[in-house]
């Protein structure tokens, strides 16, 4: 490249762009977080505190060793028993409910903890999923202001005992008696080789009355930002919460980083079939039975936490809970309420078997217009990847694939912008005969175009076409948890940077480390600018060949499996130039051997 002075006016231009950058940033970071903060104080909720052992109704709990669940101070309740007529206290309840046991549902993948005396799951061990560190197993359900499955209170009445009817590795059966008469059996149960917990409620009305439960929500636990729960340094992260209405199937989603209005905006009266929240790679799903879906909408919580490395940044772990009104129990009757609760990765081949609808959890893209490519596109890296064993070849194939379907279109592209450059010199003499005269202009330059038999647009509609899938395609590596702590030749992590070697600190950049692929990618982008046949004036394309160092310094930290796939995209079009230029010089070459044979022939 020659310095002069267009050159040297387009570095300024990209060295001003790169300081202000580093300048004015951080600046808007820190703005942000100050917002974010202000926000989080004025609509932070606060943690449910348990009632005070003064404020609980004190009665004898039971377990699974006594049978106390129909007494009180040895006297037998009658079958219909009201609130009023109970003592106002009745020692041991609130002592033995701080004390219940947590038990433990197991399998190869998750761990569930279960306090015995509320019914709710305190957390979820992810077994094989660990943190960015790889030290332990992540585990959901220890942020929140809700646990990772609850419900409500069942009835206004007392809680008279509680009791462990069965305890095993897959299966745990919980009783809970109440005052009123009614009695509630919850069961979970997982099976092997799954992230899904089947919960049921048998709701029993032992007394002669009707017992009614004004309003009944299950909670399903909010996933904190993948950064915040397993430290993942996150390129673009997703955090969503999702439901999905009974009327018409239909989902919606929304941040919950948004504002209060806008949050609560979100709530809707509509009977849900799920709800859930998710985060990059984590999913936490609520089902309803199809027979019986949450009748009454959806209800909202959210707390905010200050970050581990700046109490001034805040992350938000919201809740969310499908709700039942009005729910009846006829005397002497019961009521069955199941529900199916996954809380793991976003693997698209577990996601996809949940619901007809469960797949727009996964949002794979940021642009939503994106999925319904990304997710084919996904589904095929994978299966690549069980044919060859290896994500890394995977991506590569994937790539070359996507790479060879767009070859004509992409060829047509190539061979109209060298059209176009070998009549740059014709058009800049007519730009230069006719600068006076913008109409004579343009019409002898469609008259050039007409007769050269070039179409000025004929470079840039095949690669907008290609546009669409190729951020598809990005969208659908990016989003992969497939991806997660796998390693690819040097790469430790195809979700994170390929560093190598030690990191420094460096002012204004802070931590800064090699990353070979980015680097390669760049070489080979700026490579590709100088292959690239262009129509272009010089000031355009020394703009042009500013971008590659632009998007080194602003994708430095892209992750590994990204870079990858551009490195190779790279590869493949330089590939392609160098064919492409081939073919044109063979057909010059042709061409000018038949006018040789003409004149000779003459």
Not at 59 to 80: H, I, M, Q, R, W
Not at 164 to 184: M, N, P, Q, S
Not at 301 to 316: G, I
Not at 529 to 547: F, I, S, V, Y
């Amino acid at each position: 490249m020659k310095f002069d002075k267009e050159t040297i006016i387009v570095l300024a231009i990209a060295a001003a762009c790169l300081l202000a950058w580093f300048i004015f940033y951080p600046g808007y970071v820190k703005k942000q977080a100050r917002e974010n903060a202000r926000i989080a104080q004025q609509t932070q909720t606060a943690v449910p505190v348990p009632p005070s052992d003064s404020e609980l109704p004190a009665v004898s709990a039971g377990n699974s060793s006594s049978d106390s669940g129909n007494s009180v101070s040895g006297k037998e309740l009658p079958a219909a028993v009201q609130q009023s007529t109970l003592p106002s206290q009745i020692p041991d309840l609130a002592e033995k409910l701080a004390s219940a046991k947590i038990l433990t549902l197991s399998n190869d993948l998750m761990t569930v903890q279960i306090n015995s005396g509320s019914g709710v799951i305190e957390s979820i061990q992810l077994n094989s999923f660990l943190t960015a560190d790889k030290t332990h197993p992540i585990q959901i359900g220890i942020h929140g202001i809700r646990k990772t499955f609850q419900t409500n209170d069942f009835t206004q009445s007392p809680l008279l005992s509680f009791e462990c009817v069965k305890h095993e590795a897959a299966e745990i059966i919980l009783k809970r008696t109440y005052a009123d008469g009614l009695t509630v059996f919850q069961t979970y149960r997982i099976h092997e080789n799954s992230y899904q917990i089947e919960c049921s409620y048998q709701l029993v009305n032992h007394s002669q009355n009707l017992i009614t439960i004004p309003e009944f929500e299950v909670w399903s636990c909010g996933v904190p930002p993948m950064h915040d729960l397993a430290g993942d340094k996150i390129y673009t992260e997703r955090h969503n919460l999702d439901y999905c209405l009974s009327r018409d199937k239909s989902v919606y989603s929304f941040s919950p980083d948004a504002k209060e209005s806008k949050f609560l905006n979100a709530l809707t009266d509509s009977p849900v079939d799920w709800v859930g929240s998710s985060n990059k790679f984590i999913a936490s799903l609520l089902f309803a039975s199809a027979s019986e879906p949450f009748n009454a909408g959806i209800d909202l919580q959210r707390v905010y936490y200050p970050t581990a490395t700046d109490p001034e940044k805040k992350y938000v772990v919201p809740a969310i809970a499908g709700i039942y009104k009005n729910l009846q129990i006829q005397s002497n009757g019961s009521k069955t309420l199941a529900f199916q609760y996954y809380c793991g990765p976003k693997e698209i081949s577990r996601i996809s078997k949940l619901h007809e609808e469960a797949m727009k959890v996964m949002h794979i893209s940021v642009f939503s217009w994106f999925e319904f490519i990304a997710r084919p596109m996904l589904r095929f890296l994978i299966w690549l990847k069980g044919l060859c064993g290896s994500y890394g070849i995977a991506i590569i194939l994937l790539t070359i694939i996507v790479r060879v379907i767009f070859w004509p279109i992409t060829q047509k592209a190539n061979n109209s912008m060298r059209k176009m450059q070998k009549i740059q010199p014709l058009i800049k003499d007519l730009r230069e005969k006719y600068k006076n005269n913008p109409q004579e202009l343009n019409s002898r330059m469609m008259q050039l175009y007409k007769d050269y038999k070039v179409n000025p647009l004929g470079g840039c509609l095949p690669i907008l076409l290609q546009i669409p899938v190729f951020l598809a395609l990005y969208s659908a590596l990016d989003s992969s948890v497939e991806l997660r702590h796998v390693s690819f030749l040097w790469a430790t992590d195809l979700t994170k940077a390929d560093l190598v070697g030690p990191t420094v600190n460096l002012p204004l950049i802070g931590q800064f480390g090699l990353h070979p692929l980015v680097i390669i990618m760049t070489v080979l982008m700026i490579l590709q600018q100088k292959l690239t046949p262009t129509g272009a004036d010089p000031m355009q394309q020394k703009m042009m060949m500013a971008m590659p160092v632009i998007m080194l310094v602003l994708f430095y930290n892209l992750p590994s499996g990204l870079t990858l796939y551009w490195t190779v995209s790279q590869i493949f079009s330089i590939v392609q130039l160098k064919y492409g230029q081939y073919l044109a010089k063979k057909e010059e070459d042709a061409a000018d051997s038949s006018r040789s044979n003409k004149k000779k022939t003459a």
